[in-house]
């Protein structure tokens, strides 16, 4: 409970440095009986995995993940699965510089006072590397959601700095370095990133993430509503500064009689809210957005301290994404599919026997 | 665990329905030897308590606190102080109507195909009546934080629909029924929202809260981020939508040599993160801002349907706010509390034993 | 999570003094749609009520329950079960002499170095009057428990003192003040209780649990198992020493050829397990039997200290149970069916699609 | 949640089956700083291993531990230290005939119906392997516990069989294959066992497991009781049937004037109540028995029944424990040092600024 563990009855407990020996998780609670392999969750983590383009980091990690326990035959048998990921490619030469300053915009500072010690290799705990990690984690939870109830949980790239990416298609997503759902924008963004990387800086970036066909009735009501526990899972991603559900912060200038949803015994009219009404699911699309700030690490000279006190410029040379937001997609759909399962635990257990005879209205008007 | 608990180590359970008997929580985990009374509580919930203006619901409800346990001699024993709010002014006639049928925006609708039931009285659980209980329990963390720590929370409304607030003063926030920093803008808001209530409408808001003199250190690094908590913490709030720290959904577009706070040892030069560095305070201000949904009680007539899935219209007579934000403040500074608090006793758990010799740079260039 | 919260997914959280306003709970992740009434949570009420025969305590509570919130037309909504019960019979003035001294055997000096702070009227949190509460929640448990499962949870005192109540019939135990099986042994018992009281001594007494009807499968493989989390309820009653499950510490002379029961197509040839094998319930009475220890409240001279540390003599005047064992069984009783319920609710979480077609053998041989 | 986590501030969550690719934890909560190296685990780790002598398991595991994380220049760092076991010798073969029949006495049964799928390999998640992990755990927490208070855990045998085991003196436990605290009886306990493993039957076991030099103050108050969790954890190790503190169930038949403390400027007189008075600890040395059952695999043959329910009869071969009593020592060690130290952690996140004027009176009389 010391801030590694996610969820409550699917509970992801996470560990590992950037370059230390490996990391890794335990997934515990996961319903029995359903077929997992290697393949299903390795499939998810090469789509987050370093090196694959040049708008990305460099570091070569074929980021292979062992399975070494809770699996039986090819199935889940509802003990713990522990996943473990060494870590192949160290550096740790590269961070020698850094043992005694704080880089500006990481975690440096704040590990420092909190523990009074800190694994500087490759910003030890706090780098974005344990991401990873959700991502198998994720990959478990959404077979599992898509088998059960066939829900289905997508991310893109909604921005890029200043540009706009308007939604083409779902199946542009796959087809280019940025998650965009749209190719042909997709020159403009290279031209876009080889001008930062160039100017050795970074940028921002937004992610939109969508679960298809939850069913109504998960979330809780007063505090762990489940627009909620997706802001908490959103923003426990690194770099993450800003969380929206449905209409978000468009909501503000909005008038009651346009934000707020009609039904109809065809579906629901609209879907500002987002398909979360009261903490809980509508039925209809969740939707969510998130912002992600610029790579702290550019290899721009910037004022910081030593651990005296004294002043020191030091600039972030090394591998290093120059949009932290470019690999965030799957991270953001492994997040809401690990929120979705825990909410579809927790609402069989209390409300297991409650059948509702109302016809449940569709989430979209057809 | 089922969604009516907030906080690991200063834990608040809720309790209560709009229309019941009352509401109110037990707050578990406070530090004992504190002096608390009535009042202290009592002036917190006068904020929040409704019919103060003609911009709110004229709802009576005094709000009136009643300690049952916890406290001996004027002081807190470590043991759980139980907080009761009698609800006077129920009137469960307004509310017939609406048993068969699904309001548009509200919780009616998912509660009911999550329980199978749903007290529809006033919303039941579903009202943001519940949220004085917060603000009740909060008032307890705000006074611990400010004793202890110096830690001040304050909050005020941001955007009030299309409408900017520029922050002029804290001492302007009390002085109007908006909460707004800015005595000038008032009469501009006031007739803002005599328009909005005459069109029979509602409108959203943005409320802004900074917690002052946060120490470095606290949160957790990978799940339990301390600004994944607040996140999770406002987003409980009832109709809040979105939640943004620091530059927020402004970091899109910012580059890495902007956003990236440099550190000097007179201080941070700047403050993009709004005080939190890899999920642990920085002991800058901790900067929050949340979107706040227009209200979905209007007296428009809307499409819905009822418990058969037939057609119907209705329009939410009855005693509602135009604007929810408008008394969303206090709730938004007691969430903050809430979750500093607790952090603050993770953190002394873990680690207590810190020294770090490390000079701590100020929060803000002098 | 300051260890005033009991459940998982069934939680409750007490909170009260014994000398203050009063005691109640918070009773959260009841599935909704059950009947409750008042009557039947002060059914159990009574049933641990004190000032009943002249072998308990006189203080005059009639611990009248007051439902505050989740049951809406008489039915449980899924939300928070609010329960209150004013204190009536506060003396204070009973205590007055305590404030400065530590009584023997009590929470007395611990409290005081925990907390440094402590409510010396009556005990304040320590009293056992707190587990009042768990009586009225336990009821709740119970209901739910029977309707669903046909689970029969009953209790029964298996010794008091040196002196073995052999069991006759669970018909007895509602018939005389000590909750004996046995009405025959009853006129014994009373002479030996009056003895002891006219030596204003106190002493100790077993209390024996039985669940029956329990399906096979509830119950988690390695730390909560369920006979951990039966021994942990039960060592959270004030003054008990000791439990065990099944043949418990007669297992150590035990051969595993006498203790490991048998399967046989009719069922469990025996039941020296207690109905759990791996943490998990067979399907065979679940038995459980603990050691209550003699109050600590005598009327007899004792050593002890003062705050400053001076040697004191002192005798625990006021009204006091001779033997706390004897109120111990519906709490006992209680502690059982809330540590079920939440296993049944943990249960259908994880494993609610199970199917398992091995036919589930009886738990006991006809 | 699922049962494999131990421990809210200080957590283990444990994970591996008997003869999968290994066995581990994820500790969380640590505080940072502490130097700890794999010999500091690997020392206990040998205490428990097995085919240490011919009255246990003969099965060969090194049982040799690997750090993945969290520790970094021989200290802990404060984020999750993960600790992995590689299985080697894993004989599948020798349980190839129990996958369709439920071996007496053993989890088979149950986690068949409540998984509806088993890992049969030796038992799979049921095994008492697991038991490595906690050892593993617990010596990191023995070791902060050891240097922060001087808190010192030990256990030994208390009985074996029908025999008991007169204290003699703690320098004997290690020098014997029982972890008995007498030399002089230890050829009667080889005899004793040399028999039994004739009979091919098995027997049970008492350990009693001591903690000096605790502070005052450590436990919570009402329902996570430091004794309550105690009882937990030691009920938790496989084959444990029952707990006790202090005196136990001998206190059923105590007087209060005999059982309960009495203090003086000195210390405390006697020590029935086992160091912890209301759920908190005194101060006193921490005692606790614990009763372990028979070995229920033995080479007799048995009645069972198959997957269809059909009668059959089976004998356990293979390599096991003919006590399993023997090994428990420093699992029993272990689980003290894990609830201890959580306590410890809470202790401070709550109290930490308590100070008490009042002298702490020693918890021996010297």
Redesign the interface.
């Known amino acids: ?9 699917f ?1 992801v ?5 950037s370059h ?7 997934v ?6 359903m077929d997992i392999s290697v393949e299903d969750i390795q499939l998810e983590l090469d789509r987050r995995k370093p090196g694959t383009s040049r708008h990305v980091t460099q570091r070569k990690e074929p980021d292979t993940v ?5 699996i ?1 035959e090819g ?8 996943l ?1 990921i060494r870590n192949q490619d160290q550096r740790s030469q590269d961070y020698g510089k850094i043992v005694e300053t ?1 880089r ?4 440096d ?11 500087p ?1 490759g910003g ?3 780098s974005a590397r ?1 991401t990873a990690v959700r991502v198998a984690a994720g990959a478990i939870a959404k077979k599992w959601l898509k088998e ?1 109830f066939g829900i289905v949980i997508r991310g893109y790239m909604s ?1 890029l ?2 540009i706009d990416i308007p939604f083409q298609s779902w199946d542009h997503v796959s087809e280019n370095a940025f998650f965009a759902p749209n190719n042909d924008i997709v020159p403009q963004l290279e031209d876009y990133m080889d001008a ?1 990387r160039k ?1 050795r ?6 992610i939109s993430v969508v679960a298809e066909n939850v069913p ?10 489940l ?10 991603i ?1 770099a ?26 065809k579906g629901f ?1 609209t879907n ?3 398909g ?8 209809q699309d969740i939707t969510v957005n998130l ?8 290899a ?1 000279e ?4 030593d ?5 020191v410029m030091m600039a972030t040379t090394g591998r290093h994404d120059p949009c932290v937001g470019i690999r965030a997609t799957p991270i953001a759909e492994a997040m809401l599919a690990l929120v979705l399962i825990d909410h579809a ?12 005879n ?4 569709p989430g979209k008007i057809a």
Chains 1, 2, 3, 4 share one sequence.
């Open positions: 409970m010391s801030g590694n563990s996610l969820g409550l009855l509970t407990t996470s560990f590992g440095e230390g020996a490996g990391i890794g998780c335990i515990d609670g996961c319903p029995p009986g062992e399975i070494l326990s809770g039986y199935k889940t048998t509802g003990t713990p699965i522990a473990l704080f500006p915009g990481h975690a500072y704040t590990y420092w006072h909190k523990y009074g010690i800190r694994d290799r030890g705990r706090s344990e059960k921005k700095g200043e930062i100017e800086d970074s940028v921002g970036a937004q109504v009735g998960w979330g809780e009501p007063v505090y762990d509503r627009d909620a526990e997706i802001a908490y899972a959103m923003m426990n690194n993450v500064k800003g969380v929206e559900i449905g209409a978000g912060f468009d909501s503000i200038a909005q008038r009651g009689s346009v934000h707020c949803d009609e039904l109809t015994p009219a500002h809210a987002g979360i009404l009261g903490g809980i699911s509508t039925g912002a992600v700030k610029p790579t702290s690490s550019i721009q910037r004022q910081s301290i651990k005296n006190g004294n002043p635990l927790r609402h069989r257990a209390q409300c297991g026997d409650v059948v509702v109302t016809p449940r209205i």
